[in-house]
């Protein structure tokens, strides 16, 4: 499967962005967990949110909740991340992923997701 990430840019903080995840090669439906990561420079990558197959139950990380929805349409193949009142320190690249892993302990993980998109990078000014 190839996994392409779109939608970063430029925001003042307080804005809002919307990430896709358009996916190819295999239906987005038939893995177990997609998530999206962060990573700043030097840093490792950040676990951002996850959306299972199984009941559609979501996952996020605490500094994001009730800000960040991730969300997917299996009909388009794509999957969202919402990302509202965005802060200077959500700046980074984001990546989607996708996990064929059924074991919902590694749903934060980023060692139990097999694909990868390249990575779409959010900076947000103060």
């Known amino acids: 499967v190839q996994l392409q990430a779109s939608g970063g840019g430029l925001v003042q903080a307080g804005g809002n962005l919307r990430l896709s995840c358009a996916a190819s090669?295999?239906?987005?439906?038939?893995?177990?967990?997609l998530g999206w990561f962060r990573q700043v420079p030097g840093k490792e990558r950040e676990f951002v949110a996850a959306?299972?197959?199984?009941?559609?139950?979501?996952y996020y990380t605490d500094s994001v909740k009730g800000r960040f929805t991730i969300s997917r349409d299996n009909a388009k193949n794509t999957m969202y991340l919402q990302m509202n009142s965005l802060k200077p320190e959500d700046t980074a690249v984001y990546y989607c992923?996708?996990?064929?892993?059924?074991?919902?302990?590694?749903?934060?993980?980023?060692?139990?997701?097999?694909?990868w998109g390249q990575g779409t990078l959010v900076t947000v000014s103060s």
């Open positions: 959306i299972r197959k199984s009941g559609g139950y979501t």
């Open positions: 992923a996708a996990s064929p892993n059924s074991i919902l302990s590694t749903v934060r993980l980023s060692d139990a997701y097999h694909y």
């Open positions: 090669g295999r239906a987005f439906n038939t893995y177990n967990s």
